[in-house]
T-cell receptor, first 112, second 111 residues
Framework: DTAVSQTPKYLVTQMGNDKSIKCEQN?????MYWYKQDSKKFLKIMFS???????INETVPNRFSPKSPDKAHLNLHINSLELGDSAVYFC???????????FGDGTRLSIL | KQEVTQIPAALSVPEGENLVLNCSFT??????LQWFRQDPGKGLTSLLL???SQREQTSGRLNASLDKSSGRSTLYIAASQPGDSATYLC??????????WGAGTKLIIKP
C-alpha cells in the first residue's frame, strides 16, 4: 500500500488555467506538507498543516491555496498558472512536526 | 539564516567501494537532521534521521553521523552496490518547523 500518494503524477496545462493536485496519506500522521522542487533540485517548503491547521505558510503567491478536508488529505489548488510554476511538487507527511517525513512520488507540473 | 551544503555535487565510484557523503549546515541550532535518497522521477525515501542529541544512526550498510558543534553530518555507505545509485539529500530541521535542504549529491555506482 502506498503511504503517501499524489495525483496526478504528471500535469501538463496552459498558462492561465486553474489546477489541483491531490495528496493522501494512510499513515495516520498528523502533519502534512507541500514542497516545490526547482530545476536545481532544491526543495522549498510551501505549506504545512498539523491536524488540519495551517502552521507553515511560506512566501508563495496567493494563487496557491492548500486545502485540508481532514488529517489524511492535503490538496493544493493553483489559480492562474504561470510559466514559473513549472516544477515538481512533493507532498509529505510526518507523525509530528519534527519527526521523519514520508514523501509522495511527486507531481511534475509543466506549463505551456 | 540556515544554509545546507552538500559536497560533492556528484560522485562516481566502482561497485564495492566504501564512500562518504558530506553535509554541512551554518546554524548549529537544529532539532534533527535527515538523510534521503531520490531516484530519478521518483519521490524521496527517508534513510536515516538523527536527533540533535544523537551522534549517529545506522541502518544496514548506511551510517550517518552528526557533529552539531562543527555543523557537519556524513553519510557512510559500505560496500556500495549499483542499486545505491541515486541522489542523496540532506535536510535539517531548524526553527519554525522547517526542513532546510541541501542540493544533493548525485551518486553513480559503476558495476
Amino acid at each position: 500500500d502506498t503511504a503517501v500518494s499524489q495525483t496526478p503524477k504528471y500535469l501538463v496545462t496552459q498558462m492561465g488555467n486553474d489546477k489541483s493536485i491531490k495528496c493522501e496519506q494512510n499513515l495516520g500522521h498528523d502533519t502534512m506538507y507541500w514542497y516545490k522542487q526547482d530545476s536545481k533540485k532544491f526543495l522549498k517548503i510551501m505549506f504545512s498543516y498539523n491536524n488540519k491547521e495551517l502552521i507553515i505558510n511560506e512566501t508563495v503567491p496567493n494563487r496557491f491555496s492548500p486545502k485540508s478536508p481532514d488529517k489524511a488529505h492535503l490538496n493544493l489548488h493553483i489559480n492562474s498558472l504561470e510559466l514559473g510554476d513549472s516544477a515538481v511538487y512533493f507532498c509529505a507527511s510526518s507523525s509530528a512536526v519534527n519527526q521523519p517525513q514520508h514523501f509522495g512520488d511527486g507531481t511534475r507540473l509543466s506549463i505551456l | 539564516k540556515q544554509e545546507v551544503t552538500q559536497i560533492p555535487a556528484a560522485l562516481s565510484v566502482p561497485e564495492g567501494e566504501n564512500l562518504v557523503l558530506n553535509c554541512s549546515f551554518t546554524d548549529s541550532a537544529i532539532y534533527n537532521l535527515q538523510w534521503f535518497r531520490q531516484d530519478p522521477g521518483k519521490g524521496l525515501t527517508s534513510l536515516l534521521l538523527i536527533q540533535s542529541s544523537q551522534r549517529e544512526q545506522t541502518s544496514g550498510r548506511l551510517n550517518a553521523s552528526l557533529d552539531k558543534s562543527s555543523g557537519r553530518s556524513t553519510l557512510y555507505i559500505a560496500a556500495s552496490q549499483p542499486g545505491d545509485s541515486a541522489t542523496y539529500l540532506c535536510a535539517v530541521w531548524g526553527s519554525n518547523y522547517q526542513l532546510i535542504w541541501g542540493a544533493g549529491t548525485k551518486l553513480i555506482i559503476k558495476p
